[in-house]
């Protein structure tokens, strides 16, 4: 049974939360230790994080920040917050998936079980292309001696990319991809993933037209 731990302050929202995820065939903790909340969830191991942005005594971002830090734990954000401000920063500190409350249940589960089904199984396998190498198994990209760790997402966007070299990958296909469904993801999160792919790449001093955007049709490598 995949285990969730859920970091929200507002109790009848965290209530109705446990409860439809419990419905759902998961097993669903609370973690209440807002200033530890980062270190708590890594420290249970769940197949998934969800983490609202406005807790007591803490800063969603920076729960999201230390827990990337530490684990490789998928996390969603769930917010009342639309702000394209906070999802661009909530991505780029590690989040792998921003939702706004109120939520629609099944949007909901549509998110939490691709996440968890995207980070279940890690074959081993290595895309090379241009000199870069894409480990799947460590989720590690390296160049010329250098490596960086990649989040799940970005993982899953340079595979896709590395492994249909100079085919355009529609921004479609990525998002179901990454997320089984472009149907609920708003399209700024996409470009905010690939964007952190190309700083990751960067800090190895990967080329910077090494993922170039088609626009108005997609990437390609």
């Known amino acids: 049974m995949p285990r969730i731990c859920i970091v929200e302050d507002d109790v009848i929202l965290r209530q109705e939360l446990v409860h439809l995820l419990e419905l759902n065939g998961y097993e669903a903790s609370v973690c209440e230790d807002y200033a530890q909340a980062a270190s708590r969830i890594a420290s249970q191991r769940p197949d998934l994080a ?3 942005l406005k807790v007591p005594g803490a800063d969603g971002h920076s729960i999201c920040r230390d827990l990337r830090k530490r684990s490789a734990v998928p996390i969603l954000v769930l917010t009342s917050s639309d702000s394209e401000f906070d999802e661009v920063m909530s991505m780029n500190l590690g989040a792998d998936d921003y939702l706004t409350k109120p939520y629609r249940p099944a949007v909901l589960l549509a998110h939490v079980q691709a996440l968890i089904r995207r980070s279940s199984s890690v074959p081993s396998r290595v895309v090379t292309h241009k000199g870069v190498s894409l480990d799947i198994a460590s989720g590690q ?33 990525l998002m179901c991809e990454l997320w089984d469904t472009d149907s609920f993801i708003d399209d700024n999160t996409l470009t905010v993933n690939v964007n952190r792919v190309r700083k990751a790449l960067a800090s190895l001093g990967v080329p910077g037209d090494f993922v170039t955007t088609k626009r108005g049709q997609g990437y390609l490598v």
Not at 162 to 170: E, H, L, R, Y
């Open 50 to 52: 969800i983490v609202d």
């Open 141 to 173: 990209a390296r160049y010329q001696g250098k490596s960086v760790e990649l989040s799940r997402n970005e993982q899953r966007i340079l595979d896709v990319l590395m492994s249909n070299p100079g085919v355009i990958v529609t921004r479609q296909e």
